[in-house]
């Protein structure tokens, strides 16, 4: 119990089962030398409150060794560190190994059904290489438990620490961003982590400084396209990421019209054209008033407007000008002109010629 056991390079030779075992669950460890990469079963098992036969098979496939050894316990109780509050193993195996370098190997342990808490199908294997932290160093999940079989492929073993194996709830664990899209400079953003899972509390990480909290306000102060990322970790430090595209477009600037004039009636008036602006011409209005109720809207996105479009037949004077907008930002108007119809003095003319 509270011993070392160390046990020769060759195998432990026998049949192995609750009643025929070695017993290493308390502060003592089971330990062997590895001269190279290879696998060996350590027959290990618990007998405090129930006898149970939990054996750890380490298959070390690459490293550099040197006087190496690997040493095991087990323990029949809920990892300290172990978040997962509905699905998990009451169950778990402590794997040291000193003298080899870049070590990693595969492990593989059996478990019965009495250490199952929640469902089965729910718990993946999970190593914890040292002191748990959720952000530097959480839980790192593996595949799924089967017909009482827990194994973590492929797991790094550092020198020196103690790796401990076991199950945690693999539930779905998402998180998703709200509040992306298109914006105008200077408008107010408030992005937000929707986050479904079963193993909160929940840790929030926006990257471009935006944060540690569920919601997040990115500046709109510069034009272009910002992708943001999300990562959000369980209590298990088990991490689901997502990313969102803040698009942010300029304030349009109207421009300045130029081009009033005074027309006969029947002629076509002058093109007009609009400088200075930034952004997009969605279209012109006329309007019989400077106030522009109820316009009438010129199907033109051109900086130049021809006579022709502005209108030939007007009867008296028109105001016209430009609408210009640039991504989702509010549309702004540019000065308007005058079209003046001197209507009346060609009334004079005609009839002095008549």
Request: proline share 4%; aromatic share 10%.
């Amino acid at each position: 119990q509270g011993y070392n056991l160390t046990l020769g390079a060759s195998a432990v030779a026998g049949s192995f089962s609750s009643t025929t075992m070695i017993e290493a669950d308390g502060a003592g460890v089971v330990r062997r030398p590895y001269t190279g990469t290879g696998s060996y079963t350590f027959p290990i098992g618990e007998g405090l409150d129930t006898t149970v036969y939990s054996p750890i098979t380490v298959n070390v496939t690459s490293g550099t060794f040197s006087s190496a050894y690997v040493a095991v316990n087990m323990k029949d109780v809920k990892h300290p560190s172990n978040n997962s509050a509905d699905n998990y193993l009451t169950h778990y195996w402590n794997v040291t190994q000193t003298g080899i370098t870049g070590a990693v190997a595969t492990i593989t342990t059996t478990y019965e059904a009495i250490d199952i808490v929640g469902a089965v199908g729910n718990i993946s294997a999970a190593q914890l290489n040292g002191t748990f932290n959720f952000a530097t160093n959480p839980w790192v999940k593996f595949g799924a438990l089967s017909g009482g079989t827990l194994t973590a492929a492929n797991a790094t073993l550092t020198a020196g620490q103690t790796s401990s194996f076991t199950g945690i709830d693999s539930s779905p664990f998402t998180a998703v961003i709200t509040g992306e899209g298109s914006f105008c400079e200077g408008d107010a953003v408030t992005l937000t982590a929707e986050v479904s899972g079963t193993n909160p509390p929940y840790s929030y990480s926006w990257s471009g400084g935006l944060g540690t909290a569920a919601t997040a306000t990115p500046p709109t102060t510069v034009a272009g396209t910002t992708t943001y990322t999300l990562t959000v970790r369980d209590a298990n430090g088990i991490a689901a990421t997502d990313t969102a595209d803040v698009v942010v477009s300029l304030q349009p600037v109207a421009g300045t019209l130029t081009g009033s004039q005074e027309i006969c009636a029947a002629t076509t008036p002058a093109d007009i054209t609009l400088t200075g602006y930034t952004g997009t011409i969605v279209r012109w209005e006329r309007s019989i008033n400077t106030g522009f109720a109820n316009p009438a809207f010129i199907p033109s996105t051109s900086a130049t407007l021809s006579g022709a479009l502005i209108g030939t037949n007007l009867a008296s004077t028109r105001y016209v000008r430009a609408v210009v907008q640039n991504g989702t930002c509010p549309v702004v108007y540019s000065n308007y002109i005058e079209i003046k119809n001197n209507y009346l003095d060609q009334t004079l003319i005609d009839l002095a010629f008549s």
